[in-house]
């Protein structure tokens, strides 16, 4: 009330002088007069009505909490009205507000929340305001799987698992996703895969086509590794393949490697396996009927019992291959074989049964397995001075070897050239080499021969079951 007869006494003062009539003030001039009065008053009554000139000020605080009462900090308290300001909830989901004016309204928000009330109206101090938040229902879109599993219902951005169906028809095989609009796949080429939902309702739909050769492997993008092969594709509705071609790329990605046990016990009869196959993993072609194979030069690696079992006559070994592994051409019909010169590590029974007539080892060779040439038709045998190790039975079972030739400072362990024909008969050995039992069958007297007196290095010739040392 103050404040207003503050504001209100310029007017009666004018009010007053004019009814004084002064003299020399005309109608004219007292007119202007109580006009200009008039302009001032209402500028100073929009002062003090609204506030604007008011020097009151007040301070809000509260706290923002949950349904349970659990504190929500972070909440952006919003204030609009006689003063326009912000802060937000911290250390127990509390807030205050300093030097508001006026009539203020106070709005809460955090996305993800509903607030009761939605606002506060005040115009004084107070210590208690409260907002109780409430999490946000989610809204649900529905996505439809047409010829596939995966449907529901789901917020935006939920990662859905989906997984095309079979095939209905023979010969069909997966072909790729489609969406009718909005979110993305994972791989829209892959049956199994996930997808990203949109903002709204959305078909998602796999489709198919007629198949190639690359659907009848399983394969690995992430690491170019075919995993399997299925004769028949993998829903048994293609035509068999027994004489696949590997593919070089498979969905646009490069072929690398071919995994373990990927054609174990197919019988596939032959294979093409193209250049940039750096990698044959163990057991791969285990069990088949391959007749030959040609290995690209780019292989670097081939794996233990990689080709076991098959029935190879013939093999061509790449010149990048160091380590020929265990097994590896074990149980063929190899008649020769070509070892390169990188190989300088031959695995356990690598060779073993099959129908090699000889064999030539590079000066690469410094370690021969036991039982890697085991059952074969050997008739003589070098080994190279590079070889410094020869495994047990390495040669064992060679019915028709007759005559050896053994370098210096090797150690062939016991039984390396056993026979139960004892038909070698003549040996050049080196010096400093160390002799297993049983060395060329049992109850032969060579290692006797060499060790005894007088033996070492030389050539020796078996005389009945005598061996005898000549002079070169």
């Not at 003090?48 to 308290?77: K, L, N, P």
């Not at 356990?348 to 370690?367: I, R």
Request: proline share 4%; hydrophobic share 35%; charged share 20%.
């Amino acid at each position: 009330d103050r404040m207003m007869m503050f504001c209100l006494s310029p007017l009666m003062l004018i009010i007053k002088d004019m009814g004084r009539g002064d003299v020399g003030m005309n109608k004219k001039s007292r007119l202007l007069h109580l006009f200009a009065g008039l302009i001032i008053i209402v500028s100073l009554l929009s002062g003090c009505v609204g506030g604007g000139g008011g020097s009151d000020f007040y301070s809000i605080s509260g706290t923002v909490v949950d349904d349970e009462g659990t504190a929500i900090d972070g909440v952006q308290i919003v204030v609009t009205g006689g003063k326009s300001s912000s802060t937000g909830t911290a250390n127990g989901g509390k807030f205050a507000l300093t030097n508001l004016a006026g009539i203020c309204l106070l709005t809460p928000s955090l996305d993800g929340y509903d607030f009761e009330p939605k606002s506060i109206e005040v115009s004084k101090t107070n210590t208690n305001v409260r907002f109780v938040g409430t999490p946000e229902s989610p809204e649900l879109y529905a996505l439809t799987v047409e010829n596939g599993t995966g449907g529901g219902e789901y917020t935006e951005g939920a990662i859905v698992s989906i997984s095309a169906n079979a095939p209905t028809e023979s010969g069909q095989v997966f072909d790729l996703w489609t969406t009718s609009g909005g979110g993305s796949f994972a791989d829209e080429k892959s049956e199994s895969t996930s997808f990203t939902m949109p903002k709204g309702a959305v078909i998602v739909t796999a489709s198919y086509r007629d198949a190639m050769m690359e659907d009848y492997f399983e394969f690995d993008g992430a690491t170019g590794t075919i995993t399997k092969y299925q004769k028949t594709g993998k829903y048994e509705n293609l035509d068999e393949e027994l004489d696949p071609v590997i593919p070089s790329s498979i969905h646009g990605k490069s072929v690398t490697t071919v995994g373990e046990n990927a054609f174990r016990d197919v019988q596939i009869t032959s294979v093409v396996i193209p250049e940039g196959i750096t990698t044959i993993e163990p057991w791969a072609f285990n069990n088949n009927l391959l007749e030959a194979v040609g290995i690209p030069e780019s292989v670097t690696t081939i794996g233990e019992y990689a080709f076991c079992a098959n029935k190879l006559t013939t093999i061509s070994i790449p010149d990048g291959i160091t380590h020929i592994a265990n097994g590896v051409f074990w149980l063929n019909e190899l008649a020769s074989v070509t070892i390169p010169t990188s190989v300088t590590h031959i695995g356990d029974t690598a060779f073993e049964d099959n129908l090699l007539a000889s064999v030539v080892f590079p000066t690469s060779v410094t370690h021969i397995g036991s039982s890697a040439f085991g059952s074969n038709s050997l008739t003589s045998l070098e080994i190279p001075a590079s070889v410094h190790n020869i495994g047990r039975g390495a040669f064992d079972d060679n019915q028709g070897l007759v005559t050896l030739v053994i370098p210096d400072n090797v150690f062939i362990d016991g039984h390396a050239f056993y026979q139960n024909s004892l038909l070698i008969t003549t040996i050049t050995i080196g010096s400093g080499v160390t002799l297993g039992e049983n060395l060329l069958g049992e109850g032969d007297s060579f290692k006797d021969a060499y060790d005894d007196i007088g033996g070492g290095e030389g050539m020796y010739e078996k005389e009945g079951s005598i061996w005898v040392k000549r002079v070169r």
